[in-house]
Every structure is written in structure tokens, then in C-alpha cells.
């Protein structure tokens, strides 16, 4: 699998899959959600009140993924995951390893070759960046995964190059 990685607005990748750093609602939000829904129109929104009413009456919980289609977004699928909040109490880096994990266990589902993840729960949820990056390379090059191609789309100079320091540290 090839790791690549971009500085950008993921909701511009014509990629298979998008990854959306949801809530556990799946009601949209702000930061990558709300571009995500934004761009995607109304369809993504209507399919993840769907997924509430019948599977995630109670939400999505952390470090899990579904996906949806995605719209008018120039990709196939969005697959929501919801990152963990970061906490300087708890170590909760399982949570963020499993959401790459679940996620690209939902690609392979799917049959998504290519899949563009954002840099989950360093917005609102307040990771590190150097942290997460660490971590969301660390998991995806663990998975065991038919997906040929994994880009991480940064939004800021910073997220990228915490996310270009994971990549050449191992
Ligand atoms: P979380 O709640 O998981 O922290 P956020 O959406 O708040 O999720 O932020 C996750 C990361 O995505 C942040 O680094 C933020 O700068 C970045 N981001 C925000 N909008 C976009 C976008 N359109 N494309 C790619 N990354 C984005």
C-alpha cells in the first residue's frame, strides 16, 4: 500500500472513499464534518439518519466506522469515523489506531482501492497533532488491507508536516 500525503480541503478528493471525522451523532458538526456535508448536500445527511434510526440508535461509538455514499462530493463513499477526544488523563491512542483500522476495514468492504483520511480528532477534539499523526500512520501501515492507496489530506502547513515527520520517522 502506498502512503501519500497532500495539503488540501478533503472534500476536493476524487478518491473511492472519503473519511469523515464525524461526531458519534452523525448529525454533522463543524471542521471536516461540516465541509463534508457542505459539499456533499443533503442525501449524506438523510442516509446517516438512516444508520441512527437503525443501527446507532445510540450513536457511533469512538474508534468505529459506517459508511454512507457521498453525494455530490467527487468521491464514491464517506465513511464516518468518530476520532476519540483527546485527554492529557487517559491514554485513548487505541481508539484513534482503531479508527483508521475500522476504517479501512470498511473500505475493504466496500471495495474502495483509494481513501483519503483527514487528520481525525486533532480539530474541536484537541490531539496533538505530532501525536495523532503518529499514531494514524502507525495504524494504517499495521492493517491489513486490500486498499492500494491511503492520503492523508492535511488542511494546515502544521498537520502536514507532523503528518510528513511520522512518515520518514519509521
Ligand atoms: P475532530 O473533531 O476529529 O477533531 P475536526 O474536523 O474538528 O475533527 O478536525 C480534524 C482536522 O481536520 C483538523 O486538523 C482540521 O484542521 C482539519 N480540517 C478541517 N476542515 C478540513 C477539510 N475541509 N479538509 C481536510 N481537513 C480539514
Same mark, same amino acid.
Given at each position: 500500500?502506498?502512503? /501519500?500525503?497532500?495539503?488540501?480541503?478533503?472534500?476536493?478528493?476524487?478518491?473511492?472513499?472519503?473519511?469523515?471525522?464525524?461526531?458519534?451523532?452523525?448529525?454533522?458538526?463543524?471542521?471536516?464534518?461540516?465541509?463534508? &456535508?457542505?459539499?456533499?448536500?443533503?442525501?449524506?445527511?438523510?442516509?446517516?439518519?438512516?444508520?441512527?434510526?437503525?443501527?446507532?440508535?445510540?450513536?457511533?461509538?469512538?474508534?468505529?466506522? %459506517?459508511? /454512507?455514499?457521498?453525494?455530490?462530493?467527487?468521491?464514491?463513499?464517506?465513511?464516518?469515523?468518530?476520532?476519540?477526544?483527546?485527554?492529557?488523563? $487517559?491514554?485513548?491512542?487505541?481508539?484513534?489506531?482503531?479508527? &483508521?483500522?475500522?476504517?479501512?476495514?470498511?473500505?475493504?468492504?466496500?471495495?474502495?482501492?483509494? %481513501?483519503?483520511?483527514?487528520?481525525?480528532?486533532?480539530?474541536?477534539?484537541?490531539?496533538?497533532?505530532?501525536?495523532?499523526?503518529r499514531i494514524?500512520v502507525g495504524a494504517?501501515r499495521a492493517?491489513?488491507?486490500?486498499?492500494?492507496? #491511503?492520503?492523508? #489530506?492535511?488542511?494546515?502547513?502544521?498537520?502536514? /508536516?507532523?503528518? $510528513?515527520?511520522?512518515? /520518514?520517522?519509521?
Amino acid at each position: 500500500m502506498r502512503i /501519500t500525503l497532500l495539503q488540501g480541503d478533503i472534500t476536493a478528493q476524487a478518491v473511492d472513499a472519503v473519511v469523515n471525522a464525524a461526531n458519534s451523532s452523525l448529525m454533522g458538526g463543524g471542521g471536516v464534518d461540516g465541509a463534508v &456535508h457542505r459539499r456533499g448536500g443533503p442525501s449524506i445527511l438523510e442516509e446517516c439518519r438512516r444508520l441512527r434510526a437503525s443501527r446507532y440508535g445510540r450513536g457511533l461509538p469512538t474508534g468505529q466506522a %459506517v459508511a /454512507t455514499t457521498a453525494g455530490d462530493l467527487p468521491a464514491r463513499w464517506v465513511i464516518h469515523t468518530v476520532g476519540p477526544v483527546f485527554s492529557p488523563e $487517559e491514554d485513548r491512542s487505541d481508539l484513534l489506531a482503531s479508527c &483508521h483500522r475500522e476504517s479501512l476495514r470498511v473500505a475493504d468492504e466496500l471495495g474502495a482501492a483509494t %481513501v483519503a483520511f483527514p487528520a481525525v480528532s486533532t480539530g474541536v477534539f484537541g490531539w496533538p497533532l505530532d501525536g495523532a499523526a503518529r499514531i494514524a500512520v502507525g495504524a494504517v501501515r499495521a492493517a491489513a488491507t486490500r486498499v492500494r492507496e #491511503v492520503r492523508f #489530506v492535511l488542511f494546515t502547513p502544521d498537520a502536514y /508536516t507532523a503528518f $510528513e515527520q511520522a512518515l /520518514t520517522a519509521g
